[in-house]
Nanobody
Framework: QVQLVESGGGLVQAGGSLELSCAAS????????VAWYRRAPGKQRELVAR???????KYADSVKGRFTISRDNAKDTVSLQMNSLKPEDTAVYYC?????????WGQGTQVTVSS
């Protein structure tokens, strides 16, 4: 059973930065899409960013220009650098690897941005 573990969340003031990291218990990142999702209180889960095995990236419009997703296949980690954070970025952030029959998900890491 593959496990994903997120780290790097915390409390930061608006305008600040955080870097989230996702590590896998098995070498699955280098051949799969890896994504970051978030769920804010009272809202549905939304895709924040994703990166393919060859490094192509996609971002939600709300984070374009502020967040950067990257991967280190040698270390089996995927990171999300978050700059110019806003209070509306407050959410639990989850690492995801699409799979069949069920996707792999991490336990989530809380990001809180104070105004």
């Amino acid at each position: 059973q593959v496990q994903l573990v997120e780290s790097g969340g915390g409390l930061v003031q608006a305008g600040g930065s955080l870097e989230l990291s996702c590590a896998a218990s098995a070498s699955i990142f280098n051949r799969n899409v890896v994504a970051w999702y978030r769920r804010a209180p009272g809202k549905q889960r939304e895709l924040v960013a994703r990166i393919t095995s060859v490094g192509s990236t996609k971002y939600a419009d709300s984070v374009k220009g502020r967040f950067t997703i990257s991967r280190d296949n040698a270390k089996d980690t995927v990171s999300l650098q978050m700059n110019s954070l806003k209070p509306e970025d407050t959410a639990v952030y989850y690492c995801n690897v699409p799979s069949w029959p069920n996707d792999y998900w991490g336990q989530g890491t809380q990001v809180t941005v104070s105004s």
